[in-house]
């Protein structure tokens, strides 16, 4: 979504959305100037290019119902203009990571599970927890960036040897290190290495805070 190119493609966008709004605007003009309609019963709804609600008496172009709609598209078309130039700036910086739906994000401080937890949640997320390759890597580029393992969003449940989701449902990826898990019940945290693989791990020790979003 955002690519570090701003120059042709950002100033299309902008003259795209400067020609949505100057539209918008002046079918609300319009809108405003024909759509006080007074019904007049008995008369055959206008129907084609008219007000959806079939109005009655005077042509009118939109209908307020319309003019609503046009106005609030137009709210949302800025904003999602907006908070992608937002998660533009934030890439650049490299204070995120976007993956599929996932915004990752590091506070860069290295704390226990349970804190790390606390700090993922108390921000609105949860602990960084790869369901897929790709996501694996996106994380693992934040683990890269600090060079500092980093705590999953994965525990040891009461089977030993079962690593769950912390929502308590069954992992569909998973990306072990050779000969891991070993911990039997010992290492209920699992770390993610430099190298992306996963080691099973004590839940008390210093690890790198990693949330998604
Ligand atoms: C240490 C711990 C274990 C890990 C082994 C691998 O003992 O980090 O979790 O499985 O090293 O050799
Ligand atoms: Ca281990």
Redesign the pocket.
Known sequence: MFHFTLGAGRATMLSYTSYLLTAAAALLVTCHALCKCPGTPGLPAVTGLLGRDGLRGQPCLLSLMDSLDIELNNDLVNLRHRISRLEGVLALNGKIREVGDKILASNGKEVDFESGLGSCEEAGGTVATPMNEEENKAILDIVKQYNRYAYLGIKESETSGQFLYIDGTALNYTKWHP??P??KGA?KCVEMYTDGSW???KCNLRRLTICEF
Do not use: I, L, Q, R
Request: net charge negative.
């Open positions: 000969h891991e070993n911990g290492e080691n099973d791990k």
